[in-house]
């Protein structure tokens, strides 16, 4: 029996788009995901996304996740993925309001704020911070502190708005330092008003996109370390969107109740044609 028309969701974590998919009745055999997620990802031949999300059914959380970027490669956590997969679960009624899902990176809580469109993400705590790399760009030398926040990060103060960030990023993602996992890349500068200014590179995209969650929390927590910004850090992206970045840096006890917050926005729900996957 075809699985189409196949039911969806189109979301928007502060411009990081996302193809959100209920498949707690299993449609697509984990082999067929990453092809598919490739296909339903293509902008302008498909619905086009940054990402694939599919919702299962867990026996420790409200559900669980599979995450999956636009080249089919798996992640194992998104931050404005996360808010978006909340707010799905909640509207589509398969979690409350406060719930918790599995990630590859650990259990994720989540808290759908008012009836608007803002949702909290506590994440997973970081991990494997290397400051102060040196790293040779395009024939300059850049400081780059590189740290996990659920997904590999590195990031670089720098006037990003002048900065060519796809070729960069790319370098940089790709640096034999990094490998094999590879990591994103942002781009961070501190602007006047005490704000962060984030563009990222995203590993699986290939791309610079218009917010990165994760990206945001990774930024904000070494502009903390560094004592450039105090919690709660705010974060322009890209797309000109707004996240708040708050955690709790406790002296020589390391970062904690690392908390992302910002829009996730349902665009549209539909239903997936055999047509949409060529
Ligand atoms: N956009 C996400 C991060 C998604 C995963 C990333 N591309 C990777 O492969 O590490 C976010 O909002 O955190």
Known sequence: MSMFPLAFAKMSGAGNDFVIIDHRRPLLAPAEQPDFARRICRRKFSVGADGLI???DSYVADFKWRFYNADGSVAEMCGNGARCAARFAYRSGIAGKTMHFETIAGVIEAEVLDEDETVSVLMTDPVDHQPDRTIDVDGRSLTVDSINTGVPHAV???????????EWGREIRFH??????????????LLPDGRL???TYERGVEDETMA????????AIIAGLRRKVQPPVQV???????????FDQMEGRGIGNVRLQGPARLIYEGLLTVESLL
């Open 197 to 199: 200014h984030v563009r």
């Open 176 to 189: 034999r330092v990094f490998q094999p996992a590879g990591t994103n890349v942002n781009f961070v500068r």
């Open 54 to 56: 599919l919702i299962e």
């Open 156 to 166: 670089i103060f720098i006037d990003v708005e002048t900065i060519p960030v796809k």
């Open 212 to 219: 990165c969650g994760t990206g945001a929390v990774a930024s």
């Open 236 to 246: 322009v992206t890209s797309g000109g969107e707004r996240l708040t970045v708050a």
